[in-house]
């Protein structure tokens, strides 16, 4: 990893400490420096991936390495997108170890896995677009999976009597809606990146960016289990908690995946 | 500290029926403030008078004593004279430790609540369009906002419920976003479903539907809440559009069953419904509590959680008189750091009138000096006034920060002449 990278995991680590502090304090001031360290990291990471793309002449997503980077990356561009809107402080409790999750799962895939070499298919705007629709697709799920997570621990605190300000964490109104929203907008998104590449394959006469397996297999059935929730979303049919289940058993689904991507 | 004075009578020691009798009403405060510092025993107040404490933070004349304001405070109410065993007084240090603790919310009925801060806040604004308040008053006031903030924040002594309503309306935080959007079904007119629902529409529940087997008490009970009232017949179908359901009837049998709610929850698309049963015997099927979407509450679950929440407040207490205590050695150290540059500020007038005293003696003495002459002769007796005092100024601040700050002063001031020689605001300004 480049200095630059190293510098936004520091950056990173750091903004996860504050994060889990402002959990347990809940002070004002934890949460500015968990946002001015998570927005330093950030800027440091996305000069990190400016200068690989104009050096490469493509996305820096051709290994898992890479992948998980730039999944942090998106997961992080989301919460600042998202903050104007959901003024939700204590998310970045759960999101920080996330965004550390993805960023340190990288690290650890990269001595398993040599980059890529270059193929035609990465210098086309094909791949760019195809990249950056799967893994904002994937960042909409995993900010949706915290909020499916969060309104099973409020359901749950509830249901046991217990007044909910422990953690103040979003209410079980808000933690659906929001779960909802990203779902149904990550569902497109992650949608088409997928098929993207196989169409590109079937276009251009090549099967090389699709191979069929347990993995893949593997994520479309995760992308199944989101897509009936999301279904249950837009048609009120299941109740929230049902749903929310849904939501969480495909991001586990999905984090075995990766598991067995790192195994493998 | 200051020569603050406090008098007044709280929830603790005086009946309600004495309490009201000391109220001040929002009209009469101004007009009593007024006439306290006309009749020369305080330069300025502070009148909090909530339905819990009267309390009157003074800061009087040299020659007046708490006595006085007492019979101040008496005589503007008409108190019976021979309850005059129920004040209390505080002065110095103590007084302002009380007040911390009343901001705070640590010396309210129900520990930790949050509206005293804005009731303290109310009766300082007041007192201050009035002119009532003088610097140490200020100071102290916004010393006192300062602390209430930060034992609020650092403790969250006021985050858990210690009511049963409060307990209702947060658990209501923890399902709904925006309350005041939500639609509230009353189910009786019971007492107790009167204070719950008074504590909803009070945070911004606009929608209020009453239901009761009696039409007419129904009627006139929804008149409270601005509500509109449903009929006894069809309170299930308005279960349909409500959120928030709040029963209290005298039923004798559960009157909400687990096959209606079931099907209520269907045709609501599983939204959340939020059931608080306050009644004895129960209104609601216990079984209903399990069906999804449904979130059941009955008083023993609501005491339950206000017991929590009292236990959690009185933990976060302990903390919070520390906090108290460890901001009250800090509001004493600023004050003497004010008493410091009084000092220092006297001290520097008498230097300087002695200064320019001999310095037109001396250039009378030298004739006809050239304004360039005279220049060099004023800033040399300038700085060697300045240069002189420098040094036991100095020391004195740092004697003052090293909490030597009453030895120090006095020595200070022993060492000039402040009392006799000087009319420090005159020469405060010439300085």
Redesign the interface.
Known sequence: MTMTGNFALFLYVSAMAFALLYGGFRQRILFVLTMVAAGAGFAMQTWQIAQIWSQRGYPPATNLMELFQLTAWAVLALYFLMYPLTRSKILVFFLMPLVNLCFLSGLLVSSHEASAEPKAFFFTAWFAVHIFLLVFGISFFFVSFLYAAIFIMQDHSLRHRHAPSHLPIPSLEEAERWSARLLLAGYPLFSLGMFSSILYGVLHGSKQNYRPGVLEAASILAWLILGVAGYGWLTAKVHPRRRSWFVVAGAALSVLIIIGIIWH | MSDLILVGVNHKKTPVELRECLAFGDGEKLPFLESLRASGRARGAVLLSTCNRVELYADPFEDATAEQIIDAVMEARGFPKDRRDLFYVEQHKEAVQHLFRVASGLDSMILGEPQILGQVKEAYALARDGGAVTTPLNLLFQKAFHVAKQVR??T?IG???VTISY?AF??A?????DLSTKRILLLGAGEMSRIVATHFVESGVKQVRVSNRTYEHGVEFARQFGAEVVRWEDFPKALIQSDIVISSTGAPRPIILRPMLETVMKLR??A?LFLIDIAVPRDVEEAT?NL??V?L?DID?LQ??AD??LAERKKKATLAEAMIASELDLYARFLDHQGLSEVIGSVMGWAVKIQDTELEEALRKLGDLSPKQQEIVRNTVRRVVHKVLHAPITQVKRLVLEEEAANALHIFRELFPLDNELDPPGHREEK
């Open positions: 924040t650092q969250g985050e858990r419920p307990a947060n658990l935080h923890g399902i709904f976003q698309r599983w959340s509590g999804d979407g979130y509450y679950d339950e959680v929590e929440g």
